[in-house]
C-alpha cells in the first residue's frame, strides 16, 4: 500500500465550546477516491473545513504528502494542491462566471486544467462566461464550484455535497463527468447525502455520527446493514 | 455667467473631494472599514509633502512619486500590523481604533510640525489661470480635476479589469472562500490600504497647493470625503466622482449667495440627497 496522500490522526474540532469532531483518523492514499456519509450534522463539512484550513487545528492533526499541515492557513494549503467545492457553491456573486474560474487559478499550479479544459467538460458555461455568476442556474452554479476548484490543479480536491438541491438528471451529468474529473492521479473526498450514489464512485467509505467514525470499510463490500448502523446509530 | 462660472468651480472643486473620497471608498469597498483616520492621513499626506520639499527643493507634484510610495508602505504596515486585528463581525473596533488613530496623527502631527499653518509652494502653477469660453479657470483646479478623472478610472479598471481588482472583489464577497483560492485576506487587506494611502498622498499634495493647511484640518477633509461617498452611493467609484462635484457646486453655489453658506450648503445637499436616496445615487447594483 502506497504512503497516504492525507493523513488525519486524532482529529478534534470546535466551534466555541461546541465540540464538533472527536479524535477522526482518515486516511486517502494517491488517486483514490473516498466516499463520506454521514447523518446531517454529523460533522462532514466541519471536516472539510478542517482539513482546508478553514478551520484551526490542534497540531500534528492534518499531514498531507508527509508535512505537518493541521498549523497552516486555508490559501497555505491551497497552494499545497488542496481544493475544495464547498457546500453550498458559494461562487462570489461580483465576479462573471469565467472571473470565478480564472480566481481558482490563482494558487499558481500548473497541470492539465485551465479555462479551455473546463470549457470542454461544461461547455454551457462558455457561452455564459461574462454573465455574473448568481445568474446561473443552480446546476450550472455548481459546474462553475467545480471549475473552479479544478482550476487549481490540485492533487486532492474535496466535493461537499455537489448533489445537494440539484435536479437528479444533473446530478447524473456531473458524477458522470467525475470520473474524466478525477483521473490522473489525482484523489478526492466526496461528501454525500445520497449514499448508493457516494458507494458508486468511490472505493471507501467512511460514515460520521455525531463527530466519531463510526464505519470504515471498502465501497464494494460494505454491507447496507452495517451502513445504516453506522449512519443511524441502531444497534 | 456668474452662476455658469460657480458651477464650473464647484465642479472642479468636486475633482479634490473626490481624490478625498477615492480612497475611502476603496477601503469600504473591500474591507468593509470606516476609516475615520482618512482625513488626517490625508494631511498626514501634505506633511510629508512639505519635508520633502523643503528638504530637497523638488517642487511638490515631482515630490509625489516619493509622497506616493511612501504612504503606499505606511498603509501597508498599518493594516498589517494594526488595522487587521481589528477586523471581524463587529464594526465597532474597527472604528474606535482608527479613531484613536485620528488622535495620534493629529497631536504627533502638532508636536513635529507645530500647530502653524503651512503651505506647499508650487511657485507659478498656483496662480496660473486659463481663460475658456469667457470663464477664467485656474490651472491647479483644472489639473485637480483631471487628476480626480485619471485617478478614479484607473481604480476602475484596476477594480474590474486586474487580477488584484478581481482579489480585492473575491475578498470583499466571501472572506473565507477567498482564502480557499490561495488569497491571504491579510496580504490582500494590506494592499487595498496601500493603494488607498498612495491615493490619499495624490490628495495631500493638491490640497496642501491648494490651501493651507494645519494639524487640526483633517476631521473636515474625512466629513467631505465621507459626504462624497454617500452621495455617489457605497462602493462605486464614478458614484463618488459624482458625489464629489455635486458636494463642490452646492458649496460654491452657498458661497455665492452668501460666503458664510459655502459649507452649510454642501451638507445640506448632503442631507437632501441622503433623505430622498438613502442609499446614494448610484449604489452598488450586485447585492
Ligand atoms: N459555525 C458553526 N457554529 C457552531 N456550530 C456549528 C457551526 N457549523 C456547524 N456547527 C455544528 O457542528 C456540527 C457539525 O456540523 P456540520 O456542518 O459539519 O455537519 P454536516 O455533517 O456537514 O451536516 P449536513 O449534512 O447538514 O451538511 C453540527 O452539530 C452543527 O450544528
Ligand atoms: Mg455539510
Redesign the interface.
Known amino acids: 500500500m502506497p504512503e497516504p496522500t492525507l493523513k488525519i490522526h486524532g482529529l478534534n474540532a470546535h466551534y466555541g465550546d461546541f465540540q464538533a469532531l472527536y479524535g477522526v483518523d482518515m486516511q486517502v492514499s494517491q488517486g483514490e477516491v473516498l466516499a463520506i456519509i454521514g447523518a446531517n450534522g454529523a460533522g462532514k463539512t466541519t471536516l472539510m473545513r478542517s482539513i482546508t484550513g478553514l478551520l484551526s487545528n490542534g497540531r500534528g492533526q492534518v499531514e498531507y504528502r508527509g508535512e505537518d499541515i493541521s498549523g497552516l492557513r486555508a490559501d497555505q494549503v491551497a497552494t499545497r494542491g488542496l481544493a475544495m467545492v464547498p457546500e453550498g457553491r458559494q461562487l462570489f456573486p461580483s465576479l462573471s462566471v469565467r472571473e470565478n474560474l480564472m480566481i481558482g487559478a490563482q494558487v499558481g499550479r500548473k497541470g492539465p486544467w485551465n479555462l479551455k479544459a473546463v470549457y470542454d467538460l461544461f461547455p454551457i458555461l462558455e457561452q455564459r462566461k461574462d454573465q455574473a455568476s448568481t445568474s446561473l442556474s443552480g446546476g450550472q452554479q455548481q459546474m462553475v464550484a467545480i471549475g473552479r476548484a479544478l482550476m487549481a490543479n490540485p492533487d486532492l480536491i474535496l466535493f461537499d455535497e455537489i448533489s445537494l438541491g440539484l435536479a437528479p438528471i444533473i446530478i447524473k451529468d456531473i458524477y458522470d463527468a467525475l470520473p474524466g474529473i478525477i483521473g490522473e492521479g489525482m484523489s478526492a473526498i466526496i461528501v454525500e447525502q445520497d449514499i448508493s450514489k457516494a458507494l458508486s464512485v468511490s472505493s471507501r467509505v467512511y460514515c460520521l455520527q455525531e463527530g466519531r467514525v463510526s464505519l470504515e470499510g471498502d465501497a464494494n463490500t460494505v454491507s447496507r446493514d452495517d451502513i445504516s448502523r453506522a449512519y443511524f446509530g441502531i444497534e | 455667467m456668474d452662476w455658469l462660472n460657480a458651477i464650473v468651480q464647484g465642479t472642479l472643486l468636486g475633482g479634490l473631494y473626490a481624490l478625498f473620497a477615492a480612497g475611502l471608498s476603496l477601503i469600504f469597498g473591500v474591507m468593509r472599514l470606516v476609516n475615520i483616520a482618512h482625513g488626517d492621513l490625508i494631511v498626514l499626506g501634505a506633511y510629508l509633502g512639505l519635508t520633502v520639499t523643503t528638504a530637497t527643493g523638488l517642487h511638490p507634484l515631482l515630490a509625489l512619486f516619493l509622497i506616493v510610495p511612501a504612504m503606499g508602505l505606511i498603509g501597508y504596515a498599518l493594516q498589517r500590523g494594526m488595522l487587521n486585528q481589528t477586523l471581524g463581525s463587529d464594526l465597532l473596533p474597527p472604528l474606535l481604533v482608527t479613531f484613536g488613530l485620528s488622535v495620534i496623527l493629529q497631536n504627533g502631527l502638532l508636536e513635529l510640525y507645530t500647530a502653524d499653518p503651512q503651505k506647499l509652494d508650487a511657485g507659478s502653477l498656483e496662480t496660473a489661470s486659463v481663460t475658456v469660453g469667457g470663464l477664467s479657470l485656474g490651472v491647479l483646479p483644472v489639473l485637480t480635476f483631471f487628476v480626480a478623472l485619471a485617478v478614479i478610472g484607473g481604480l476602475q479598471w484596476m477594480f474590474y479589469k486586474t487580477?488584484l481588482g478581481?482579489?480585492f472583489?473575491?475578498v470583499?464577497?466571501?472572506q473565507?472562500?477567498?482564502?480557499?483560492?490561495?488569497?491571504?485576506r491579510r496580504h490582500i487587506f494590506g494592499l487595498a490600504m496601500a493603494l488607498a494611502l498612495g491615493v490619499t498622498a495624490i490628495a495631500g499634495i493638491l490640497l496642501g497647493i491648494r490651501t493651507s493647511f494645519d494639524p487640526s484640518i483633517g476631521g473636515g477633509r474625512l466629513i467631505f470625503g465621507f459626504e462624497a461617498v454617500i452621495i455617489g452611493g457605497l462602493g462605486n467609484l464614478w458614484g463618488t466622482l459624482v458625489g464629489g462635484i455635486i458636494l463642490g457646486i452646492a458649496q460654491t453655489i452657498g458661497a455665492k449667495i452668501d460666503p458664510g453658506w459655502q459649507l452649510l450648503a454642501g451638507h445640506i445637499a448632503f442631507l437632501v440627497i441622503l433623505a430622498v436616496r438613502p442609499n446614494g445615487l448610484f449604489p452598488r447594483t450586485?447585492?
Open positions: 487580477p478581481r482579489a472583489r473575491a470583499s464577497d466571501n473565507d472562500i477567498a482564502q480557499l483560492m490561495g488569497l491571504n450586485t447585492e
